[in-house]
């Protein structure tokens, strides 16, 4: 079946430290999205990326890194400079704005 | 002021109620209208999807929009417990590629 992983489910990260959330898709899309969500809150847009080797920022890009080297892959970096990186974290990816986005299940980080 | 806006709620309804879920929005240029609907820790998932004015309808869900007055709504008949969840309005113009989402609204459906 076609769809979205992201991994993992939960993360947990130290102050200081990196850490990469995983976003694959086996839909053929060439879109690809990167939104953060607070509690109570809508989705904010980290990043995205409408084809391989090119990405742009979006609303709260600071703190944040990707890379698109393959189609399927769209890799997120939280970095030590996102002092506020405590969020549910949401991958998506589309043939074409038109006709939707289809999101991954989310990845839940934690700053401990 | 937030080019699409939504109601946060939280909205409770009785078990079987109709609701009405609304988003305005700012851009006359948006074309394409959806919503998604998302369960508490989970992606949101694609619920309906319209183009320009009008309704469109499947099963308990209505879509409607108009675009004289930049207004979109979302109808539930007959709503169950299983409906209870955050619903999210998104748009999208003729350019295509980004959606813009409104801030959802969280529904509960009491049985």
């Known amino acids: 079946d076609g769809g979205i992983t992201q991994s993992p489910k939960y993360l947990f990260r130290k102050e200081g430290q990196n850490v990469t959330l995983s976003c694959e898709q086996n839909?053929?899309?060439?879109?690809m999205y990167w939104y953060r969500q607070d509690p109570g809150q809508g989705l904010r847009l980290i990043y995205y990326?409408?084809?391989?080797?090119?990405?742009q920022k979006g609303d709260i890009a600071e703190g944040y890194s990707v890379s698109r080297e393959k189609k399927e892959s769209f890799p997120l970096t939280v970095t030590s400079a996102q002092k506020n990186p405590t969020a549910f974290y949401l991958c998506?990816?589309?043939?074409?704005?038109?006709?939707?986005?289809?999101f991954g299940s989310g990845t839940r980080l934690t700053v401990v | 002021q937030k080019e699409v806006e939504q109601d946060p709620g939280p909205l409770s309804v009785p078990e079987g109620a109709i609701v009405s879920l609304n988003c305005t929005y700012s851009?006359?240029?948006?074309?394409?209208f959806m919503w998604y609907r998302q369960y508490s820790r989970k992606g949101p998932e694609l619920l309906m999807y319209?183009?320009?004015?009008g309704n469109k309808e499947d099963g308990r869900f209505t879509a409607q929009v108009d675009k004289s007055s930049k207004y979109i709504s979302l109808f539930i008949r007959d709503s169950q417990p299983s409906d209870s969840a955050t619903y999210l309005c998104?748009?999208?113009?003729?350019?295509?590629?980004?959606?813009?989402f409104g801030g959802g609204t969280r529904l509960m459906v009491k049985p």
């Open positions: 998506a990816s589309s043939i074409g704005g038109i006709y939707g986005y289809t």
């Open positions: 839909l053929n899309h060439d879109a």
């Open positions: 990326s409408q084809i391989v080797n090119d990405f």
């Open positions: 851009n006359s240029a948006f074309q394409y």
């Open positions: 319209t183009y320009s004015s």
């Open positions: 998104a748009t999208s113009n003729n350019a295509g590629n980004m959606l813009t």
